[in-house]
């Protein structure tokens, strides 16, 4: 079974500044996407940035990007001029490309509360 | 375009009654998954269908059921709940397949007394 272990339970940053949030994932497959989701006060889980596996080149989604280290399976959420907006839990998670239509299952990381400081 | 809508917002039931949680997928997605989340347990897959079939279930008892029904939408039942089945549950619809990512709604927080 897969695993994903988010190792900060809390981070903080100044607004304008740059934070990296830290994931890292156990599995024995070859073939996965990974998502970084945050979760505001609203509840909604909003997709920041998908990445899969078989592509080397790390994701970019304006100011936020990921570091991605397949062998050493470490996947890190950089955002950049850190926004007010930004504020919210922020979690990890792996889905196996294992079978295309059906089997949608997301393990999730226990989540990164960011708090951006004014 | 609508989003990924459940319904109710808020639940609060006493400990032994059942519950249903609906949600209406986006138009033309196919997939439907239901998570829980908990402060304690994080979020947790409960089952995911896929036109009208279930095709994976999370690690959770018998008294946690769902379905989908011809135009997507789905719902979940919660027979004989339990204190600790007290959640936030979040649904995410998606076309199906792994090159699709998935829409959440806002979720049911769900109150058991």
């Known amino acids: 079974a897969q695993t994903v272990t988010q190792s900060q339970p809390e981070m903080s940053v100044q607004e304008a500044e740059t934070v990296t949030l830290s994931c890292t994932y156990d599995t024995s497959e070859s073939d996965y996407y990974l998502f970084w989701y945050k979760q505001p006060p609203s509840r909604q889980m909003i997709l920041v940035i998908r990445q899969e596996a078989y592509k080397q080149q790390n994701a970019t989604e304006n100011r936020f990007s990921v570091n991605f280290q397949k062998a050493a399976k470490s996947f890190s959420l950089k955002i950049s001029d850190s926004q007010l907006g930004d504020a919210a839990m922020y979690f990890c998670?792996?889905?196996?490309?294992?079978?295309?239509?059906?089997?949608?299952?997301?393990?999730f990381g226990t989540g990164t509360r960011l708090t951006i400081i004014p | 375009k609508a989003g990924v809508t459940q319904t109710p917002r808020y639940l609060i039931k006493t400990r032994g009654q059942q519950v249903t949680l609906s949600c209406s997928p986006i138009?033309?997605?196919?997939?439907v998954s239901w998570y829980q989340q908990t402060p304690g347990q994080g979020l947790q897959f409960l089952f995911e269908?896929?036109?009208?079939?279930?095709?994976n279930k999370g690690n959770f008892p018998g008294r946690f059921s769902g379905r989908q029904f011809s135009n997507s939408r789905s719902e979940m039942n919660v027979s004989t709940l339990e204190l600790g089945d007290s959640a936030l549950y979040l649904c995410?619809?998606?076309?199906?397949?792994?090159?699709?990512?998935?829409?959440f709604g806002s979720g049911t927080r769900l109150t058991v007394v």
């Open positions: 995410a619809s998606s076309f199906g397949g792994a090159n699709y990512g998935y829409t």
């Open positions: 138009s033309g997605h196919r997939s």
């Open positions: 998670a792996y889905r196996s490309s294992f079978s295309n239509f059906g089997n949608e299952k997301l393990t």
């Open positions: 269908y896929f036109s009208e079939t279930q095709r």
